[in-house]
């Protein structure tokens, strides 16, 4: 079928014209600072994903550490370290000309999720960014992020996707291996190339 002859939603009338209006524990949950539930659960998550909007479009990009990577600064403030990755800087980019930023955490075992909406900034300063070090390895630039909205997320995708069942992770001879796949994706790779980068990712390591 040809997505250009689907029928399109418009309106927002026209949306909500399709579902239940929502009860008060949906619309009146919102915060507009970290209690301590939000504080627990940051604290446990070892990974969250952090969504942006740029000149050339959105943008989501998984992070993960050690449980409690994200620090609390204050009931209003976040700090993520960016840690050694592929260099695309694509997040980072556009919170310099958009600082709208969203961030949902994840916690292993656990249903719901907490999301977060804000703005961020990126801060290169020693002094805050010293306290998150790891294998004695401070980050070279963190995100400083305002919290404005911070709200619990039921748990019926985790409960749908069955995510943290591990009688269903997949084996992964079932896909390619990453080299792989992106030696499909890159124009012009050789396999001499591919496995020189991937050489010099593996010396960088992970911090």
């Not at 418009?10 to 909500?16: A, G, I, M, N, V």
């Not at 403030?77 to 980019?93: C, I, K, Q």
């Not at 994840?106 to 909406?117: A, H, Q, S, Y």
Request: glycine share 8%; aromatic share 4%.
């Amino acid at each position: 079928m040809d997505p250009e002859d689907l029928h399109y939603i418009t309106t927002e009338d026209e949306l909500r014209a399709l579902h239940h209006a929502p009860m008060s524990r949906a619309t009146d949950k919102v915060l507009d600072h970290l209690d301590k539930h939000c504080r627990a659960v940051i604290e446990l998550s070892p990974f969250c994903v952090i969504a942006t909007q740029g000149l050339n479009g959105a943008d989501v990009s998984p992070r993960g550490d050690p449980p409690g990577f994200v620090r609390v600064l204050d009931d209003r403030t976040l700090l993520l370290p960016d840690r050694v990755g592929n260099n695309r800087l694509d997040a980072m980019a556009n919170l310099l000309g958009n600082p709208r930023i969203g961030m949902l955490f994840l916690v292993p075992g656990m249903g719901e999720t907490l999301r977060i909406n804000g703005t961020g900034r990126i801060t290169d300063d020693a002094r805050v960014l010293e306290g998150s070090a790891v294998q004695g390895r401070a980050p070279k630039i963190g995100l400083v992020v305002r919290v404005e909205e911070a709200f619990l997320h039921c748990a019926k995708a985790l409960s749908r996707s069955a995510l943290w069942d591990g009688s269903r992770q997949i084996d992964r001879a079932a896909l390619p291996s990453y080299a792989e796949m992106l030696l499909d994706h890159v124009n012009g790779l050789t396999e001499t190339e591919n496995a020189r980068q991937t050489d010099v990712m593996a010396k960088r390591g992970l911090y």
